[in-house]
């Protein structure tokens, strides 16, 4: 797959611009603290889970199990 279908009716592509626009990496403080020092960027970009944006709604889709799985949504209150 190489979009999602947000809610809202958008779609989010996943995969094709580098970076992506509308792509977040977020890492757990514990896995984070595993980096000391000079780290390369790609073992950083590695221990990263990836989280989307909708543009249109805020919504974000967050991707716990990697690409394989299916996506978490995260809804913004009011
Ligand atoms: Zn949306």
């Known amino acids: 797959m190489t979009k999602l279908s947000c809610e809202c ?3 989010i592509r ?3 611009e580098i970076p992506n626009p509308l792509e977040w990496k977020i890492i757990s403080d514990s896995d984070f603290d ?3 020092g000079a780290v390369d ?3 950083v970009y590695r221990a990263c889970i990836s989280m989307f944006r909708c543009h249109g709604c805020g919504r974000l889709w967050v991707y716990w199990g990697g690409f394989e799985g299916t996506p978490v949504c ?3 209150e009011g």
Do not use: K, T
């Open 74 to 76: 995260y809804r913004p």
């Open 41 to 43: 960027a790609e073992d």
């Open 9 to 11: 009716g958008r779609s």
């Open 14 to 16: 996943i995969f094709g």
């Open 34 to 36: 595993r980096f000391q």
